[in-house]
């Protein structure tokens, strides 16, 4: 008992004699006390916060090494080692340095973004415009694509293939695209992948139909144009992986001047195709974007961009395990451009400069003989404008200038004398635009643009006015002329368009080819009744002269001898209803059309001229990182020209490991338009799930995402020849993969 008694008394009189710990933490740069900083004995779990006075006290301290550490939000953590002594007071006084912290991001939104809710631009400039946030939550999309997330009753795309953007019944070629303002060409990829613009690199992409941009009033449906993303402060990548496409984007800033952004993007082939079938495409494509900014003294910006694609297809469709000649296209685009603006409180002054080009080639194996076609554009520009604004009032006015070359030749392995246009332009444009409040409710625009080319001028004019009944609805009606000075010679009712969607360009001035016209009228209402709901409905009817027309005189995908011309006819009335709310988000559109297409002894319906057009989706979000995603496309009154020749045909899925298209189609004596295709209806659904990570101060995002498509298993025909039926894709994963931010 005495041995215990003496044992307690010796931990006692130990205890009674521990050391304390005491001092002050300091800014280093300042001197200042830090009150809060944490003091902590990591090796005790000990730890105290500082006073006021940025004083800390850690009493009982036993003797002997111990490790020491202090963090301060804002500044770098500290760590030491200390030797306690047995007793008394230990004085040790720290200083830390500062040390930015950057935060997880954190987005709070009182609704969800969505295709139709989010544009904020209240000037008419553009028909439909979203930024990218709304496109991920589109609920048609198994992955974000920024052409596809414009469609809606009025635009309308082919489906399950990038056969191009229809703008009120007007063909691909009669369409521009312009990325930060610089032209770009044919910017479709194919087989599973259909936008060639990385969506994200892309900030916002917007549509420019009723009333043109000024300055780019060359394209009788309109402009669709993306704007790429700003650098941010910080080096930041997000990317995709899946079984459809990989892509990266990184983005960041050198010493807060200098801003960079580039994004690739590649296909990726999915799971290994059958080997012995010839049916099945092969190739790959892929598209770069890479930007400069410099902030100062004024913005500059240096923009590349190319698309490039490589498709084979077999050119017999069931020779199972026979080497056969196969059919290949191949096309691409390049573009290079600078901008620089100014900005001096109501004037802002903007100058685009650039080149851009588009080559296309096939080998095909033709009616008589094997064809070789060879297609390329080059454009030099340069466009000035100035933008001044008074009040309400905002007034444009400009001059741009173009040089255009053109060359189209196709040969024939038969030995027959080869045929070719090529077409050389310059065009010098002065334009403007001025819009102006006549009312408290009534605001006026006008605009006009004189282009000379081959010796004649001609003038495009343009109005709109706007009438605002209160916050809720505002009902316009706009008028505008167009002229295009340059024309695809690709046949848009090929079946072939599938898998070949660029246009093939020749210009205006040479033999045969016509400078286009078109007059289009648009009547929109506009409904708002609350935040988070919007109801829009139009008519619309557009009349076009001076078509270049392949489609009545070539059974090919191209074509390969004389032109037609001829005019084209479109009317339609569409709807749109978008719903947010914190949770759920919805849309729906609905768009009735007739559209036709006249020449010399034939008129037609072309094969992008749906009667009716529907789209219904919605997203939801069961959790904070979990949604839930539900879409159904549906067209009626389609039309399509019989093939002839050996076809096979199936959409990109992974139930077959693949896309497929077997065969080399043509028609030969059918009528165009003559066949009515079965409704088309298709009802797919996709999850996406992530995750948050922290890795130093950066917060990382990881997502795996996946869609089902034609859940229904419906029959989805895509044309006929006379011994088969065309289909599209069945009940199949469509994608599934993987994407990240940090």
Same mark, same amino acid.
């Given at each position: 008992m005495s041995l215990v008694l003496e044992a307690l008394g010796f931990l006692l009189t130990a205890q009674s004699v521990q050391a304390t710990l005491t001092g002050?933490?300091?800014?280093?740069?300042?001197?200042?006390?830090?009150?809060?900083?944490?003091?902590?004995?990591?090796?005790?779990?000990?730890?105290?916060?500082?006073?006021?006075?940025?004083?800390y006290v850690i009493h009982d301290v036993p003797a002997g090494p111990q490790h020491i550490s202090v963090r301060f939000i804002g500044y770098t953590q500290r760590a030491l080692h200390a030797l306690v002594p047995s007793s008394g007071q230990l004085e040790i006084n720290l200083s830390l340095r500062v040390e930015p912290v950057h935060l997880q991001t954190i987005v709070v939104h009182h609704r969800l973004p969505m295709v139709g809710l989010d544009d904020d631009d209240d000037s008419g400039r553009f028909d439909k415009s979203s930024a990218i946030a709304a496109v991920r939550n589109h609920p048609l999309l198994s992955e974000p694509d920024v052409l596809r997330a414009m469609e809606s009753g009025s635009i309308s795309l082919h489906p399950e293939s990038p056969s191009g953007v229809h703008i009120r019944g007007g063909s691909t070629d009669q369409l521009a695209y312009l990325l930060d303002g610089v032209p770009i060409f044919s910017p479709y990829h194919a087989a599973g992948v259909f936008s060639a613009l990385n969506p994200d690199a892309i900030s916002r992409i917007s549509v420019s139909s009723s009333v043109p941009l000024p300055g780019y &009033?060359?394209?009788? %449906?309109?402009?669709?144009? +993306?704007?790429? !993303?700003?650098?941010? /402060? #910080?080096?930041?990548?997000?990317? $995709?992986?899946?079984?459809?496409?990989?892509?990266?984007?990184?983005?960041?800033?050198?010493?807060?001047?200098?801003?960079?952004l580039l994004s690739l993007r590649s296909r990726m082939p999915g799971l290994p195709v059958g080997e012995n079938d010839p049916s099945y495409l092969h190739g790959e494509n892929a598209d770069v974007l890479a930007k400069l900014t410099l902030s100062r003294p004024a913005r500059l910006k240096l923009l590349v961009y190319h698309s490039g694609n490589e498709i084979e297809a077999a050119e017999e469709a069931n020779a199972v395990g026979v080497a056969v000649p196969r059919n290949s296209f191949e096309w691409g685009s390049r573009s290079v451009g600078g901008e620089w603006n100014y900005k001096n409180g109501a004037t802002a002054i903007r100058v685009? &400069?650039?080149?851009? %080009?588009?080559?296309?080639? +096939?080998?095909? !194996?033709?009616?008589? /003989? #094997?064809?070789?076609?060879?297609? $390329?554009?080059?454009?030099?520009?340069?466009?000035?404008?100035?933008?001044?604004?008074?009040g309400r009032s905002r007034t444009i006015l400009g001059a741009r200038i173009d040089r255009s070359r053109t060359d189209y030749v196709v040969r024939s392995d038969s030995g027959s004398f080869p045929w070719g246009l090529d077409a050389h332009a310059v065009l010098a444009t002065v334009f403007g635009q001025h819009l102006r409040?006549?009312?408290?409710?009534?605001?006026?625009?006008?605009?006009?643009?004189?282009?000379?080319?081959?010796?004649?001028?001609?003038?495009?004019?343009?109005?709109?006015?706007?009438?605002?009944?209160?916050?809720?609805?505002?009902?316009?009606?706009s008028f505008a002329r167009v002229h295009q000075f340059t024309q695809s010679?690709?046949?848009?009712?090929?079946?072939?368009?599938?898998?070949?969607?660029?246009?093939?360009?020749?210009?205006?001035?040479?033999?045969?080819?016509?400078?286009?016209?078109?007059?289009?009228?648009?009547?929109?209402?506009?409904?708002?009744?609350?935040?988070?709901?919007?109801?829009?409905?139009?008519?619309?009817?557009?009349?076009?002269?001076?078509?270049?027309?392949?489609?009545?005189?070539?059974?090919?995908?191209f074509a390969t001898h004389a032109l037609t011309t001829g005019s084209g006819k479109s009317r339609g009335i569409s709807a749109e209803a978008t719903v947010s709310t914190a949770r759920i988000g919805a849309m729906?559109?609905?768009?009735?059309?007739?559209?036709?297409?006249?020449?010399?002894?034939?008129?037609?319906?072309?094969?992008?001229?749906?009667?009716?057009?529907?789209?219904?989706?919605?997203?939801?979000?069961?959790?904070?990182?979990?949604?839930?995603?539900?879409?159904?496309?549906?067209?009626?009154?389609?039309?399509?020209?019989?093939?002839?020749?050996?076809?096979?045909?199936?959409?990109?899925?992974?139930?077959?490991?693949?896309?497929?298209?077997?065969?080399?189609?043509?028609?030969?004596?059918?009528?165009?338009?003559?066949?009515?295709?079965?409704?088309?209806?298709?009802?797919?659904?996709?999850?996406?799930?992530?995750?948050?990570?922290?890795?130093?101060?950066?917060?990382?995002?990881?997502?795996?995402?996946?869609?089902?498509?034609?859940?229904?298993?419906?029959?989805?025909?895509?044309?006929?020849?006379?011994?088969?039926?065309?289909?599209?894709?069945?009940?199949?994963?469509?994608?599934?993969?993987?994407?990240?931010?940090?």
């Open positions: 002050t933490v300091t800014a280093e740069a300042t001197g200042e006390p830090l009150p809060g900083a944490v003091v902590a004995l990591a090796d005790l779990d000990r730890r105290a916060a500082t006073d006021a006075a940025g004083r &009033a060359d394209a009788l %449906s309109g402009t669709i144009l +993306a704007e790429s !993303r700003s650098p941010g /402060a #910080r080096m930041s990548t997000q990317g $995709s992986l899946s079984t459809s496409q990989a892509r990266l984007t990184l983005d960041g800033s050198v010493s807060g001047v200098l801003g960079y685009h &400069a650039w080149s851009a %080009s588009s080559e296309a080639s +096939a080998r095909w !194996r033709g009616v008589a /003989a #094997r064809e070789r076609l060879n297609s $390329s554009r080059r454009d030099l520009g340069i466009l000035g404008n100035a933008e001044l604004e008074h409040p006549i009312a408290s409710r009534l605001t006026l625009t006008l605009g006009a643009s004189l282009t000379s080319a081959e010796s004649r001028a001609r003038l495009d004019p343009t109005a709109r006015l706007e009438w605002r009944l209160g916050q809720t609805i505002s009902i316009s009606g010679l690709r046949n848009p009712e090929s079946v072939v368009r599938n898998i070949f969607p660029p246009d093939l360009y020749i210009g205006a001035g040479a033999a045969g080819v016509p400078v286009a016209r078109g007059d289009q009228a648009v009547f929109t209402v506009d409904y708002r009744p609350a935040g988070g709901v919007r109801l829009m409905a139009e008519a619309y009817t557009r009349n076009a002269v001076g078509l270049l027309l392949a489609a009545p005189s070539a059974p090919d995908p729906a559109s609905y768009g009735i059309q007739h559209v036709s297409v006249s020449a010399p002894g034939t008129g037609y319906i072309p094969a992008h001229g749906n009667t009716h057009q529907v789209q219904a989706g919605v997203i939801g979000f069961p959790t904070a990182t979990l949604s839930l995603r539900a879409g159904a496309t549906a067209a009626l009154g389609r039309r399509s020209t019989p093939a002839t020749g050996d076809l096979e045909w199936e959409a990109c899925n992974l139930l077959d490991r693949g896309c497929e298209f077997g065969g080399s189609p043509y028609y030969d004596g059918a009528l165009l338009g003559s066949t009515r295709l079965p409704h088309y209806l298709r009802i797919d659904i996709g999850f996406r799930k992530h995750w948050h990570f922290s890795a130093g101060s950066r917060d990382v995002m990881v997502a795996l995402f996946g869609t089902v498509t034609n859940v229904l298993n419906r029959k989805n025909v895509l044309g006929y020849t006379p011994n088969a039926t065309i289909e599209m894709v069945p009940r199949a994963p469509l994608v599934l993969g993987l994407d990240w931010r940090f």
